[in-house]
């Protein structure tokens, strides 16, 4: 929990400092993104790798090997005095990053047998609400009363206070033999992710039809079937793929795709909405985020102690219907709206952000074996990454599109059209969430609750915790 919690507090505060930071280093937008980017590029290199690693030289010195990569890198990010070093620094963080939440998942996950894995998921929320909740108005306050850097040195008595934990209380578990270390299928993995995402991420920025855009998702989509091509075809691959012929796993991946769009593409929008439409400052509208995550807080904690009666299917068909009624409520916003309106309307998202993300990820992981919840976390977080670019470059790219195609009608004699053809914007980006929430909708009713019966509370005869490694079932 702490070490997410670092990790996820680190990308919130980044966030609302940036300005400063080009500030501070004379840059522009194009060289700062490069904060964002390398660390990126770098999380996409090690973590479908974490996995491998973990089996290899054991979870707890992995995990703690993480903490201590990523707390030093947050001291050299913030006494960096050029922007190479800051980038240099920024890369060095997401080499830790890529570890420590596959690696902690997976840790967590073992300790817990497959029916109470839910309760595990719920005290795994609490990192994932507090830290986005606490990090915009984190970094506004530090940036404004401190320094820039102290959003960086806020990482040490984290990372040290986590480390101090894993030594006094964690155990290494019993290593299993992960094979001879697969150089092509990292090296293919890893340059494979990282070209998505950063294809994905400038294509928002720049256009799909720019050269370094195009050219990095056709390198990907090379890259990416030769890294399928070679761990089907080896007995030790890096990633073995072979766990997504379980139809749970395999499904639950996709579920998160639609999650994670649907979600990410509205916690992006909002402060862009907040901040250049309606004037909110940066910590206010961090403060108008809040009840969502106590919402979703709150959801998470029920729905972990409802889920082993009721079945993963049903609350995340749940979530999916309140996420179509939220991105449809978000139509009525305006430019002068009730903010508490808005409030009131984030606070539900949370809910439904509660209903799914316990159920997805308990099911998604129901029939995996502890031998292979190293390489099936790896693969799941994979999938979160892909998933968070995805849906914020399909949501960014719909807000520039619309806007600019509204430009081109607006009369600068006429008042307030300027505000009112962003508004239609952000409402034609709105319904992206929409999108990804009627999809996620259509495929959980594919979802089987006996499918998932490890987890539940009352597993069907046969069917215990972790017994099944789909893997060696494909064998």
Same mark, same amino acid.
């Given at each position: 929990?702490?070490?997410?919690?670092?990790?996820?507090?680190?990308?919130?505060?980044?966030?609302? =400092?940036?300005?400063?930071?080009?500030?501070?280093?004379?840059?522009?937008?194009?060289?700062?993104?490069?904060?964002?980017?390398?660390?990126?590029?770098?999380?996409?290199?090690?973590?479908?790798?974490?996995?491998?690693?973990? %089996?290899?030289?054991?979870?707890?010195?992995?995990?703690?090997?993480?903490?201590?990569?990523?707390?030093?890198?947050?001291?050299?990010? $913030?006494?960096?005095?050029?922007?190479?070093?800051?980038?240099?620094?920024?890369?060095?963080?997401?080499? $830790?990053?890529?570890?420590?939440?596959?690696?902690?998942?997976?840790?967590?996950?073992?300790?817990?047998? =497959?029916?109470? &894995?839910?309760?595990?998921?719920?005290?795994?929320?609490?990192?994932?609400?507090?830290?986005?909740?606490?990090?915009?108005?984190?970094?506004?306050?530090?940036?404004?009363?401190?320094?820039?850097?102290?959003?960086?040195?806020?990482?040490?008595?984290?990372?040290?206070?986590? @480390?101090?934990? !894993?030594?006094?209380?964690?155990?290494?578990?019993?290593?299993?033999?992960?094979?001879?270390? %697969?150089?092509?299928?990292?090296?293919?993995?890893?340059?494979?992710?990282?070209?998505?995402?950063?294809?994905?991420?400038? $294509?928002?920025?720049?256009?799909?039809?720019?050269?370094?855009?195009?050219?990095?998702?056709?390198?990907?989509?090379?890259?990416?079937?030769?890294?399928?091509?070679?761990?089907? =075809?080896?007995?030790?691959?890096?990633? %073995?793929?072979?766990?997504?012929?379980?139809?749970?796993?395999?499904?639950?991946?996709?579920?998160? @795709?639609?999650?994670?769009?649907?979600?990410?593409?509205?916690?992006?929008?909002? *402060?862009?909405?907040?901040?250049?439409? &309606?004037?909110?400052? *940066?910590?206010?509208?961090?403060?108008? @985020?809040?009840?969502?995550?106590?919402?979703?807080?709150?959801?998470?904690?029920?729905?972990? &102690?409802?889920?082993?009666?009721?079945?993963?299917?049903?609350?995340?068909?749940?979530?999916?219907?309140?996420?179509?009624?939220?991105?449809?409520?978000?139509?009525?916003?305006?430019?002068?709206?009730?903010?508490?309106?808005?409030?009131?309307?984030?606070?539900?998202?949370?809910?439904?952000?509660?209903?799914?993300? !316990?159920?997805?990820?308990?099911?998604?992981?129901?029939?995996?074996?502890?031998?292979?919840?190293?390489?099936?976390?790896?693969?799941?977080?994979?999938?979160?990454?892909?998933?968070?670019?995805?849906?914020? =470059?399909?949501?960014?790219?719909?807000?520039?599109?619309?806007?600019?195609?509204?430009?081109?009608?607006?009369?600068?004699?006429?008042?307030?059209?300027?505000?009112?053809?962003?508004?239609?914007?952000?409402?034609?980006?709105?319904?992206?969430?929409?999108?990804?929430?009627?999809?996620?909708?259509?495929?959980?009713?594919?979802? &089987?609750?006996?499918?998932?019966?490890?987890?539940?509370?009352?597993?069907?005869?046969?069917?215990?915790?972790?017994?099944?490694?789909?893997?060696?079932?494909?064998?």
């Amino acid at each position: 929990m702490l070490a997410l919690i670092m990790q996820i507090l680190d990308v919130t505060v980044l966030n609302v =400092a940036l300005a400063a930071l080009g500030r501070e280093f004379r840059v522009d937008a194009a060289a700062l993104q490069w904060v964002l980017t390398g660390y990126m590029i770098s999380l996409a290199v090690f973590i479908p790798s974490s996995g491998w690693i973990a %089996d290899r030289f054991g979870s707890k010195r992995t995990f703690q090997l993480a903490v201590v990569i990523f707390t030093l890198a947050s001291v050299l990010c $913030g006494v960096s005095t050029e922007m190479w070093q800051l980038v240099g620094a920024r890369v060095l963080q997401g080499v $830790g990053g890529g570890m420590l939440v596959p690696v902690g998942q997976a840790m967590l996950f073992r300790a817990f047998p =497959a029916n109470e &894995r839910a309760k595990a998921g719920a005290v795994l929320s609490i990192p994932v609400t507090i830290a986005p909740m606490l990090g915009p108005v984190l970094g506004g306050v530090l940036v404004e009363y401190a320094s820039w850097r102290w959003i960086f040195f806020i990482n040490v008595p984290v990372g040290a206070l986590a @480390l101090l934990f !894993t030594v006094l209380f964690l155990k290494e578990e019993a290593r299993s033999d992960p094979g001879r270390f %697969d150089l092509p299928g990292f090296v293919l993995a890893g340059a494979g992710l990282a070209t998505l995402l950063y294809g994905l991420d400038q $294509g928002a920025q720049l256009g799909w039809g720019a050269s370094q855009v195009w050219l990095s998702l056709v390198a990907a989509a090379v890259l990416i079937g030769g890294l399928i091509w070679r761990e089907l =075809a080896v007995r030790a691959p890096m990633l %073995d793929l072979r766990l997504l012929t379980d139809r749970l796993f395999g499904i639950g991946n996709v579920l998160l @795709l639609f999650q994670v769009g649907a979600m990410f593409g509205v916690l992006f929008l909002i *402060p862009l909405y907040l901040q250049n439409l &309606r004037g909110v400052s *940066p910590m206010d509208a961090g403060l108008v @985020l809040m009840p969502q995550a106590v919402a979703m807080l709150l959801t998470t904690q029920v729905v972990s &102690r409802v889920y082993g009666r009721v079945g993963p299917k049903r609350l995340i068909l749940a979530g999916f219907a309140v996420q179509i009624v939220i991105g449809f409520g978000l139509l009525l916003q305006g430019i002068d709206t009730s903010l508490w309106f808005l409030v009131g309307l984030l606070a539900v998202q949370g809910v439904a952000m509660g209903l799914l993300m !316990t159920p997805v990820q308990t099911a998604t992981f129901a029939r995996i074996s502890g031998a292979a919840m190293g390489q099936a976390s790896s693969m799941f977080n994979v999938s979160r990454q892909v998933a968070t670019a995805l849906g914020t =470059a399909i949501v960014a790219t719909v807000l520039v599109v619309l806007t600019e195609r509204g430009l081109s009608t607006v009369d600068p004699a006429v008042p307030g059209q300027l505000a009112e053809v962003q508004l239609g914007a952000y409402h034609g980006a709105f319904l992206v969430s929409v999108v990804f929430a009627g999809l996620g909708f259509l495929l959980a009713m594919r979802v &089987r609750d006996a499918d998932a019966a490890a987890s539940l509370d009352a597993p069907t005869s046969g069917s215990q915790p972790g017994e099944r490694e789909p893997s060696e079932t494909v064998r």
